[in-house]
């Protein structure tokens, strides 16, 4: 996939703790987005990002926030993980500055709240 | 109400048959991304549609701008093509937005 990776790729951890996620792109792509993905629900949007330090809620953002302090980085943060947290997450990026039509897909984590 | 519609949710069909999945969006968009998602995998692009008509193999998709319409089609369908294809559309501005997904399964 083209220059968009996500980290970690699995993660087990205890309820209550803190866990980041990270998205990094090496496409200089002007959106980053968190999605989520549940059975029955296909992928919704957490939060996203227009440009450094510009971000928004989705429609299931509570329990994370986020932060993009640079262009090719956008963090998802769990500040108190719950198991209604146990997912499958994506990240996407979209509006490029040459090709502005393009989106691109991580290949996504998979965190488990136990 | 999801801005992004697809339809059907879910599909059975047995192995050579033509298929046909479909989405709908509300408002205008800069392109629409057909998506594919092999269980337990990652999302992989397959088309990208900014207006007509394109073609990778067994596959084909098309947009109608006017009517805020595509199809997503596969002709003589094998077991290997199930998965969950999704329709993503990228409003003016570059937000992304998902429909619900379709759910393909092809049988021998």
Known sequence: ?114 | KNEVEQSPQNLTAQEGEFITINCSYSVGISALHWLQQHPGGGIVSLFMLSSGKKKHGRLIATINIQEKHSSLHITASHPRDSAVYICAVLYWGSRLTFGEGTQLTVNP
Not at chain 1, 66 to 81: G, I, M, Q
Not at chain 1, 82 to 103: D, K, P
Request: net charge neutral.
């Open chain 1, 1 to 114: 996939d083209a220059g968009i990776t996500q980290s970690p790729r699995h993660k087990v951890t205890e309820t209550g703790t803190p866990v980041t996620l990270r998205c990094h792109q090496t496409e200089n792509h002007r959106y980053m987005y968190w999605y989520r993905q549940d059975p029955g629900h296909g992928l919704r949007l957490i939060h996203y990002s227009y440009g450094v330090k510009d971000t928004d809620k989705g429609e299931v953002s509570d329990g994370y926030s986020v932060s993009r302090s640079k262009t090719e980085d956008f963090l998802l943060t769990l500040e108190s993980a719950t198991s209604s947290q146990t997912s499958v997450y994506f990240c996407a990026i979209s509006g490029g500055v040459t090709m502005n039509t393009e989106a691109f897909f991580g290949q996504g984590t998979r965190l488990t709240v136990v």
